[in-house]
């Protein structure tokens, strides 16, 4: 199987943004022939969004670079009717189309999944929204933080005194493009192919969410919020050391009995409201103040490493700078390298995906693409010749 159990396999890729192009991001590291068809003259969304704003002018903004590494750019203009019969010339050897519009657009641009698969029964077509393609919701428009805040996500993130928080990254657009990735490959495996795959962002972000949705489901309980305590047990969640914070996480009893005993502060473990899981949940506020007398006498590296020596699960509370140099990511290939990047002018370092096969990184051979630079050469393969390109360009068809 090696490194690209999808090799063989062709995507189209009509996403914009995140949750779309993060899943065709998957699929390409996992050796799909993914192509990326976008608008003429603008392209996907992405390219225009990052903290350089030199590459967000040139259409190469680090959003686009991010999750587009390995895929191939077409223009094609969907509106127009050479552009959809393109497209479904594309589709008849093409084995997946992942799409992200609003629920209908594909339908008004007469290209939704009923007349795709007259062109290729065994087409998968996954179709990612914010909310699914049925439903009250199913038109409004969403982004990443409207989703978190309607699933529920910002209800238990954060403090009480803070009020509700989103999560620092766009954690819902990254899990929808994981499910649908995920369905895709399932998909792929089916004794006959052929599929629609709706992905709701919503309920992509609910799903992550069992132990919080259950505890009100099967248990009654409101969910609440707890800031960087773990509201499952005690002492775990973030402590004050001498120069930062530092994770313990004390889940279990024996962990517990070796953290007091370690600290110098086994005169806790006889005081009745530290002695079962439940008591020390219950005072988790005092029980902190007190092993931060100790622990705010030493540098969280000394406690890191002289804690996890005696089995209680500690860690720094890394930045994402410190996180990326340090032995355990960068010895590991998450990181790939790509050199003087056309549209870039520069070398460039992207994420590849979080898994090993076989020991090795799934990675991909070529750099994020500049809009439509494999425009001829796919629709050269398609058996257009060169006149016939010309005349598309000219009426607005590629760019």
């Not at 990052?50 to 002018?57: M, Q, S, W, Y």
């Not at 999944?113 to 062109?119: G, P, S, T």
């Not at 489901?217 to 609440?224: K, M, N, R, T």
């Amino acid at each position: 199987m090696g490194t690209r159990p999808l090799a063989g396999v062709q995507v189209l890729d009509l996403t914009n943004v995140l949750a779309g192009p993060f899943c065709c991001h998957q699929l390409a590291h996992l050796g799909a022939d993914v192509i990326k068809v976008e608008a003429p003259g603008r392209g996907d969304l992405a390219r225009q969004l990052g903290a350089d704003d030199a590459l967000n002018r040139a259409g190469m903004g680090v959003s686009f670079l991010a999750q587009n590494a390995g895929k191939r750019s077409l223009t094609l203009n969907l509106k127009a009717r050479a552009g959809k019969d393109l497209l479904k010339r594309m589709v008849r050897g093409a084995d997946v189309l992942v799409e992200n519009f609003r629920p209908g657009v594909m339908e008004r641009l007469e290209l939704g999944y009923e007349v795709l698969r007259e062109e290729n029964r065994r087409l998968i077509y996954a179709a990612i929204s914010g909310f699914g393609q049925d439903g009250p919701w199913r038109d409004r428009p969403a982004y990443d933080q409207i989703i978190q805040g309607a699933a529920g996500v910002m209800s238990v993130t954060g403090s009480d005194e803070g009020g509700p928080v989103r999560v620092g990254y766009p954690i819902s657009d990254t899990v929808g493009g994981l499910t649908a990735a995920m369905a895709v490959c399932a998909a792929l495996n089916a004794p006959e192919r052929g599929a629609f795959i709706d992905v709701s962002m919503l309920e992509a972000t609910l799903a992550t969410m069992g132990w919080v949705v259950s505890n009100h489901l099967i248990a009654g309980a409101e969910p609440q919020r707890h800031g960087n305590e773990n509201p499952t047990s005690a002492p775990s969640g973030a402590f004050q050391a001498a120069d930062g914070l530092i994770n313990i996480a004390a889940n279990k009893d024996e962990q517990w009995l070796a953290l007091a005993r370690h600290l110098g502060r086994a005169d806790l473990l006889a005081r009745p409201e530290f002695a079962t899981r439940e008591d020390r949940k219950a005072n988790r506020l005092r029980l902190r103040a007190e092993l931060e007398t100790v622990l705010t006498t030493r540098d969280a590296a000394h406690w890191v490493e002289a804690l996890n020596g005696i089995g209680v699960p500690t860690g720094a509370v890394l930045g994402v700078p410190q996180v990326l140099v340090h032995p355990q990511v960068a010895g590991r290939g998450i990181l790939a390298e790509f050199k003087d990047v056309p549209g870039v002018g520069r070398d460039i370092s992207v994420l590849r995906t979080g898994v090993k096969m076989d020991g090795m990184p799934p990675s991909v051979d070529r750099p994020p693409p500049v809009l439509g630079g494999d425009t001829e050469a796919v629709l050269g393969k398609l058996g257009l010749g060169r006149d016939e390109i010309a005349r598309l360009r000219r009426d607005g068809v590629i760019s």
